[in-house]
């Protein structure tokens, strides 16, 4: 299995047109990912139902109106390693497309047709800084191509008080956890439907998170998504 594996990240190598989940070769107009493995994505369909899984995730602990993920994140499924690489191995074109064929579905559910800004979940910039990228602007990105809705980076942010956790008391941990985020113009996002986005959901502990300093601004409205789920 490594072997193999190792074969195919050397023919990668000299060939780097291969289909990141099946190793066939794209065709022409195709991108990481062959229009097969793209249209056989595990989808979850949570769009249809308000009460899925990942809403219920955030029942009691944030208002929200609507949240959902685009698949389901399976021990041993081929497309696990879609995520890593977008994550942990500078493909961040794998965003993008994903983001989009997302948005081609969200875009036709009425709850998420009113969205007015779609905010990715924030990097720490020493993250973000390492990486080069925030992989969850670059899900946004694709989500904007299809949705047609315009991205806000610069009011909700990292204040950056998460560093060195190690030396701080629980109770100080605990206070340092909860100023993680901040918005920076609360009144921008008055009255406003706000689609956070990030990679994949799991406790839902940072979303939830970003989830209630964006609701502290007036009459906002907030809808969680994600690209992938997974129940652990
Ligand atoms: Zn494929």
Request: with cysteine; charged share 25%.
């Amino acid at each position: 299995m490594a072997a193999t594996r190792i074969l195919t990240d050397f023919i990668r190598l000299f060939y780097p047109n291969l289909c990141m989940v099946c190793h066939n070769d794209l065709a022409e107009g195709e991108s990481v990912i062959c229009v097969s493995c793209l249209y056989n994505i595990p989808r979850t369909k949570y769009w249809l139902d308000s009460d899925n899984s990942v809403a219920k995730i955030f029942w009691g602990r944030a208002l929200v109106q609507n949240a959902c993920s685009f698949f389901f994140f399976a021990k041993g499924s081929r497309y696990r390693k879609l995520l890593h690489q977008l994550k942990y191995n500078g493909k961040k074109e794998i965003g993008f497309i994903l983001g989009k064929e997302f948005g081609n579905e969200l875009k036709r559910v009425d709850s998420y047709k009113n969205i007015d800004f779609i905010v990715p979940v924030p990097l720490h910039p020493r993250r973000f800084k390492q990486r080069g990228y925030n992989q969850a602007e670059e899900i946004a990105k694709g989500l904007q191509e299809s949705m047609g809705v315009p991205i806000s980076t610069k009011n909700l942010i990292r204040s950056g008080y998460t560093e060195t956790q190690t030396r701080k008391t629980r109770v100080q941990r605990v206070e340092n956890v909860s100023k993680a985020f901040q918005l920076e113009n609360p009144v921008d996002f008055k009255g406003k439907h706000i689609l956070i986005v990030d990679d994949i959901v799991t406790t839902g502990a940072t979303l939830e998170e970003c989830a209630s300093v964006v609701l502290e601004a007036e009459d906002v409205k907030v809808s969680i998504v994600t690209l992938a789920y997974t129940s652990l």
